[in-house]
Nanobody, 126 residues
Framework: QWQFVESGGGLVQPGGSLRLSCAGS????????IGWFRQAPGKEREGVAC????????YYANSVKDRFTISRDNAKSTVYLQMNSLEPEDSSVYFC???????????????????WGQGTQVTVSS
């Protein structure tokens, strides 16, 4: 059974940084692309970033490009999301899950599983 545990969220001031972690279990984590998503109250879920199984290719939504960095440590079955220059608009619950990998690229809109973690809350406020 797929399991994802997100952590690392919190309250940070605008311009600050946070690093989120996504620990996967119940599957061979290094075989799958992983994506980070976020959903704020009243808004649709947004695909933020994803990384292929090898870690060699990544994708970022325009809203976070040049501010967020996704990485992975397959030995630890963990994917990270380093978030810098945070803005109030980044406030949301952040989730991770597996996404499909096509031709060496991760497909943020193509979920590999229906399983999600509990998410981690990120609040950016002064």
């Amino acid at each position: 059974q797929w399991q994802f545990v997100e952590s690392g969220g919190g309250l940070v001031q605008p311009g600050g940084s946070l690093r989120l972690s996504c620990a996967g279990s119940g599957f061979i984590a290094d075989r799958y692309a992983i994506g980070w998503f976020r959903q704020a109250p009243g808004k649709e879920r947004e695909g933020v970033a994803c990384i292929v199984s090898s870690g060699q290719n990544t994708y970022y939504a325009n809203s976070v490009k040049d501010r967020f960095t996704i990485s992975r440590d397959n030995a630890k079955s963990t994917v990270y999301l380093q978030m810098n220059s945070l803005e109030p608009e980044d406030s949301s619950v952040y989730f991770c899950t597996a996404v499909r990998e096509l031709d060496g690229h991760c497909a943020i809109r193509a979920l590999r599983t229906d399983y999600w973690g509990q998410g981690t809350q990120v609040t950016v406020s002064s």
